[in-house]
């Protein structure tokens, strides 16, 4: 039931924004336009390398995310490949029309890493805790929107967007996350990647939400309810057809994810199955609220998005059928 | 030091030419930004037509000079210095603002010669920043081990516009990473949409604001052609610095019926197309 290249045990624990940064290391020794461009923030093992090595291939611009846009939309015009680094809630927030308007526009070839991505970082509380990210994002045209979740599959969505030629935002949680992936397990930017198999439901995760969502197929497994679990790393361009499959041959849909369930997985899932492949869809999300602080246990259960929460949805979902 | 007074000349002519034809444009399209577009007339023309690297039959070449105009919405003096450059027919005038047309209602990257999409003002700086850092990188290097910029970028930011928080933003960092390669020129024409920049915003004294953010700056008559050029060239020479030149120009200039009034967004009458038809003869 369980693909071979998922980790059994899951295994070891770490930042997603580390294994982001080791795959920066890894790109910059092949490629040469790369620009790293800061908000006032931290700069991560390629950030100190290119400090040392490639000095006028890295800036800050200081807490002034809206001039950090524009000014990599500005290198992207002038051929280079610019990165932005800053809190995901200050991209989102205070840089939307900069990032709709320089880069997605005219489809530049900027990616913007959205740090401190989603609602799980633990201490910042809501100021810093992102709700509206995914529903704000995916209805920018042009804008490829990715959401990796572990640090494995964090390299190989870095690496992809590299490579693509156009503009890109990347959602990167900041607490340490299990390791899911085996190393060679099946990506292609685009394409969901499944799990588990399964015919009773489905299970559609994005991001970090992932190891909860795998937890809760195995405690639906002992209790005879075989769940299929996608994990949806492209939110943008979401894959249908996967969606599509899922409503079609398990008739039951929960979404899962670290945001609002108004307008972002979970809506665009109900999207695609609503006008192709009816059948019932609940989302597990953010109930529409700001976040709080807490230890990210603690905001999963308060976020009512646990393990435990995905179980139940899903148990719904399948009377629902 | 004076100079050549055919060199003058000629840009007056091409002045009066791009002026010409933005009446044209702005018939064509039935309104426009009539009063911005002439006021940074004379400045588009010095920079098209003499002080910028640029080669129309290849608008992509790499080490062009940029020309970023951050008040998107004054195109008209854009497009008619572009069509008389020759980066396009001036056949497309005539489809200006129309269902489409290539000419949109504020400059897009896909018009051949557009640098910049805007119309979201206050933005254009950082572009321009951007651009200019971009210049430097990979760039050979002079005998005291400073890149040398492999071009340079050249951005018309609106007085209105500044009052944009994000124009701030881009100066701020210019000056943070000595970007002498970028020359922010301000079309001070005095008014914004909705009535004079004292009344509506008040941001005097204008060229005090930049020389406290560290920037080589100076005051010249937008509309003097020897001012121009001389403040350009010395731009050129100043190290370790970005330019700002505070460009003095009367909204509208060259119509002389149509100045100072803040013809800001209008439609062209009939009587309006004659009237500046007749004064730019």
Known sequence: ?321 | MAHDKKLIQKLAEKAKIIRRDAVEIIKAGDSGWIGGSFSQADIIAALMFHHMKHDPKNPHAEDRDRLIVSKAHCCETVYAALGEAGYFSKELYKSYGKMGATLQAHTERIVPGVEYSGGSLGEGLSFALGEALAARIDAPKDSSGRPKPRYRVFCVVGDGESNEGQVWEAVMAAFHYKADNLVAIIDHNKFQSSGTIEERMNMMPWADKWKAFGWDTAEIDGHDFEAILTALENADKVKGKPHAIIAHTTKCKGVPSFEHKNLHFCRLSDEMYAEAMAALK
């Open chain 1, 1 to 321: 039931m369980k693909r071979d290249y998922v980790l059994e045990p899951l295994g070891e624990m770490k930042a997603m924004y580390q294994a982001y940064h080791e795959e920066m290391v890894a790109l910059s020794r092949k490629n040469g336009k790369i620009v790293l461009l800061y908000g006032d923030f931290p700069r991560g093992a390629a950030g100190e390398l290119f400090q040392k090595e490639h000095p006028d291939r890295i800036y800050d611009v200081g807490i002034a995310e809206a001039n950090l846009i524009t000014t990599a939309a500005g290198l992207a015009g002038g051929g280079y490949l610019p990165f932005t680094h800053c809190h995901s809630i200050f991209a989102v927030g205070r840089a939307y029309n900069q990032i709709r308007q320089n880069v997605a526009f005219d489809k530049l070839n900027v990616k913007i890493v959205l740090c401190n991505s989603g609602m799980l970082w633990s201490f910042m509380g809501g100021s810093h805790q992102i709700i509206e990210e995914i529903a704000a994002m995916r209805v920018i045209p042009n804008l490829m929107l990715v959401s990796p979740a572990d640090p494995v599959s964090t390299k190989k969505v870095t690496r992809a967007i590299a490579e693509h030629v156009g503009p890109v935002a990347l959602r990167i949680s900041n607490p340490a996350v299990p390791t899911v992936y085996r190393d060679d397990f099946p990506f292609k930017l685009g394409e969901a990647v499944t799990l588990t198999d399964g015919g009773d439901a489905t299970i559609i995760s994005t991001g970090m939400m992932l190891s909860d969502a795998l937890e809760a197929v195995d405690t639906l497994a002992k209790e005879g309810i075989k769940v299929r679990l996608l994990d949806m790393h492209t939110l943008k361009p979401i894959d249908e057809g996967a969606i599509i499959k899922a409503a079609k041959e398990t008739g039951a849909i929960v979404t899962v994810e670290d945001s609002s369930i108004i307008g972002g997985l979970g809506g665009a899932v109900a999207e695609i199955v609503a006008e192709n492949a009816p059948a019932p869809v609940k989302r597990v999300g953010i109930k529409d609220r700001f976040g709080q602080s807490g230890t990210v246990p603690e905001l999963k259960e308060e976020y009512e998005i646990s393990a435990r929460h995905i179980a139940q949805a899903v148990r719904e979902a399948v009377k629902k059928k």
